[in-house]
């Protein structure tokens, strides 16, 4: 790894969500060596705790939490009491995602609540409650897990591409608004991961969580704004983002049903 980006991630204080699976668990992996004082959330306290112990040899600490990020008052004790223990959060990698089938037919607000709570209520509630601590610092880092899902409004996952883009405007309105925080937004592509192993036929450029861990970290580290990736993604997001609403509906609806009919 490059020394800058060594000396930009060295001794941090890094809050991460999601932590205990995918892309959130190889972040931690990949940022490890960096002596960096962790905080690790998610639902399965069990995972965070191996992962810890896993790493505790290799000079970064750990400190663990079970936090569903669905309920506010779970993230804003986790946040508060992590910040009393390492005494500043340098970065907050707001990670935990869902995604899920909430086309037409297969509609369960059960489903389309959950989504929206997590990927939405989730990342602001951490976003939040991070920036409470960051803005008296006057310094700090948020990196939003968007994805490429939110290039347009994609068939059978709406409300997936709405949580996301959501976040996407929110941490571009925060960024104009707070000069002193550097805001990352982040759009994987696939990357291989549960959240899209089951039944998924679209997952085109398929990447590893480890290079896509990586290829993150470098990012921040460059203070780039928006980070899409693969470049292929990146390029297939640009032009989604401009062509007419009436060629991008026709040829979304021919991609669904060509990978609807691929599934059965
Ligand atoms: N993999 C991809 O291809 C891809 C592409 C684009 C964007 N993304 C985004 O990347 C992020 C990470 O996903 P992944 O690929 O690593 O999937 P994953 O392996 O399924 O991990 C999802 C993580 O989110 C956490 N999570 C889910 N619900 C939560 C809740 N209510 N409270 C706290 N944590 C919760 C899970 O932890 P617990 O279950 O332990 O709570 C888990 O650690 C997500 O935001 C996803 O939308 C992924």
């Known amino acids: 790894m490059n020394k800058k980006i060594i000396s930009y991630w060295e001794g941090k204080s ?3 969500t999601g932590a205990s699976s995918g ?64 005494g500043r959060i340098d970065a907050a990698w707001v990670n935990s995602g869902i995604s899920g089938d909430t086309s037409f037919p297969r509609w369960d607000w059960d489903r389309v609540e959950s989504i929206i709570n997590t990927n939405l209520y989730g990342s602001l ?7 409470e601590v960051m803005l008296p610092q006057n310094s ?17 996952r709406g409300i997936y591409s709405l949580t996301k883009i959501s976040l996407h405007y929110f941490i571009e309105s925060l960024a104009a608004e707070l000069p002193q925080i550097q805001f990352t937004m982040i759009h994987p592509g696939f990357v291989d991961t549960p959240i ?36 292929r993604m990146k ?30």
């Open 14 to 16: 890094v809050l991460i």
């Open 23 to 86: 892309l959130g668990r190889a972040v931690v992996e990949a940022l490890a060596p960096y002596h960096i004082n962790f905080c690790l959330l998610s639902r399965r306290e069990e995972k965070l705790n191996s992962l810890a112990g896993k790493l505790s040899d290799g000079g970064s600490s750990f400190w663990v939490r079970k936090c569903d990020v669905r309920d506010r008052a779970q993230v804003l004790s986790a946040v508060k009491d992590y910040h009393a223990s390492a």
């Open 235 to 264: 390029l297939l997001y640009r032009l989604a983002r401009v062509i007419p609403t009436s060629i991008y509906a026709g040829i979304a609806r021919k991609t669904v049903s060509w990978h609807r009919k691929k599934e059965e």
């Open 140 to 156: 700090g880092t948020i990196i939003g897990i968007g994805s490429a899902a939110s290039m347009r409004g994609l068939p059978t």
């Open 196 to 231: 899209n192993r089951k039944g998924n036929s679209r997952r085109i450029w398929l990447i590893s969580a480890e290079k896509a861990a990586d290829m993150m970290i470098t990012a921040v580290a460059r203070r780039k704004k928006i980070y899409i990736y693969p470049w």
């Open 125 to 131: 509630y951490t976003i939040r409650a991070c920036l």
